[in-house]
């Protein structure tokens, strides 16, 4: 079989299988999975099909003195972490964390929400700690976000899912995840002020299309005066000297 | 060791294949760590880069002669790379414009690591077909840790592709510029 054709049908074969695990190939530094929205917004379109997800945990208490764990939904998308004692759990064997998303979707006139509103609720109150550079102190929220919209500025806390919202920070240290410190639970969204303006547009997921038809046109544009003058250099050249002098790039039959 | 190594072909791709699938498991595992993805593609791209030591620059497909064709082509397989997600654009991430730099070492230093140094060891071990096989089941495993499973087909067939054109071409330029862009999208 000629070479070319071997390119163009493993090029075929992944078109398809890219097509079947949507959107196509990553192998880039986005999460492999898309966000699972309670309430996609316009720009994610349809949901992906998949609800998100809730969590449960029960952290073991002994003498009083809470584990130190992490809750997480199953889908990865929030979790929250205490440091040892994080709890007041004096009596207690253990403390129940339960992690819901939120639905119907809270709003708020003064945010743009960046991921689901999520509820984190424990059996127990954390411990009141002042403000420390301790990380994690007494437990903080990580909290993914999707790629296709604007990344979020802050984490913000409520004790009702219509508000107030609290902001309680936010770092991001590690790609499309925020997290923040906290000495309550409640809802948990991260987002941004509605007046902000974000560098991260969502306006950047249209340019790949467009790349990409830059990029064919240009393949198909420059190819032909490529194609010409190796045709004519084919007809000057002796073909076996050349491959002598020279036997890389150009496909052969 | 090392006489073996440079008289036994086989026993040399083996080693460069395992040193490669251990960096980039490792680079899998060490991404995981709040903060460490960065470091971790940095320090892992130049660990992969140091398996081209020692390769003269032809043998692993790279070089300038009939240079608009190889960028040509590095062009058309980013377009064929990133055709789906570009249609699904509403879909696909965006990588953060702080995160361009690594995706270009990491792109460059995986190129050279499968389709130049492993793909030219299994050439000299066994020859073309080896060396399309053995690199791109390498790549395939070497994103195991990386990418759920459902997405590993997607991976093997661009692992396919790119050793194809490597062999077909002798060329990894086109390889190096159409990973690098399709890296910078998504």
């Known amino acids: 079989m000629k070479r070319p054709l071997l390119i163009a049908a493993a090029a075929g074969a992944y078109l398809v299988a890219a097509w079947m695990v949507a959107p196509g190939f990553y192998d880039g530094f986005g999460p492999t999975q898309p966000y699972n929205w309670v309430c996609p917004p316009p720009i994610a379109g349809a949901n992906s099909g998949v609800s998100a997800s809730s969590g449960h945990l029960v952290i073991n208490v002994i003498d009083g003195t809470s584990d130190a764990n992490t809750a997480f939904t199953a889908d990865g998308q929030m979790s929250v972490s205490f440091l040892p004692g994080a709890f007041q759990a004096a009596g207690k064997t253990h403390v129940t964390v339960d992690i819901t998303p939120v639905s119907p979707c809270p709003n708020s006139p003064d945010l743009h929400f960046a991921t689901n509103v999520y509820q984190v609720t424990a059996d127990a109150p954390l411990i009141q700690v002042p403000p420390t550079t301790t990380q994690c102190q007494p437990a903080c929220v990580a909290m993914l976000y999707s790629a296709i919209s604007p990344a979020p500025s802050f984490v913000y806390l409520a004790a009702s899912p219509n508000g107030p919202w609290k902001n309680i920070g936010g770092t991001e240290n590690q790609l499309l995840v925020i997290r923040a410190d906290t000495n309550q639970l409640g809802y948990f969204v991260a987002g941004y002020p509605a007046n902000a303006v974000n560098k991260n547009s969502p306006a950047s997921s249209q340019l790949l299309p467009i790349a990409v038809a830059v990029l064919i046109v240009g393949v198909l544009i420059a190819g032909i005066p490529l194609a010409i003058l190796r045709r004519r250099a084919a007809g000057n050249v002796d073909e076996e000297s050349d491959e002598e002098d020279d036997p890389e790039v150009t496909p052969r039959t | ?186």
Not at chain 2, 158 to 170: E, I, K, M, S
């Open chain 2, 1 to 186: 060791m090392i006489a073996a190594l440079s008289t036994r072909p086989a026993l040399r791709a083996a080693v460069i294949g395992a040193y490669i699938l251990l960096v980039e498991w490792t680079r899998a595992v060490a991404s995981t760590i709040p903060g460490a993805v960065v470091p971790a593609i940095l320090i892992g791209g130049a660990a992969l880069l140091v398996t081209a030591v020692g390769w003269p620059a032809p043998q692993l497909g790279l070089g300038t002669s009939r240079l608009p064709l190889r960028i040509l082509g590095g062009f058309a397989l980013a377009a064929v790379l990133l055709l789906p997600a570009a249609v699904r654009a509403s879909e696909a991430p965006i990588i953060p414009a702080s995160f361009a730099m690594v995706a270009v070492i990491i792109s460059v230093a995986q190129e050279v690591a499968f389709r130049g140094v492993l793909y030219a060891a299994l050439d000299e071990a066994g020859g073309a077909p080896l060396a399309i096989v053995g690199s791109t089941v390498a790549w395939t495993a070497a994103h195991a840790l990386s990418h759920p499973p459902a997405f590993l087909w997607a991976v093997a067939a661009a692992g396919l592709l790119l050793a194809l054109w490597r062999w077909a071409c002798r060329d990894l330029v086109a390889p190096i510029i159409g990973h690098v862009i399709a890296d910078l999208a998504l």
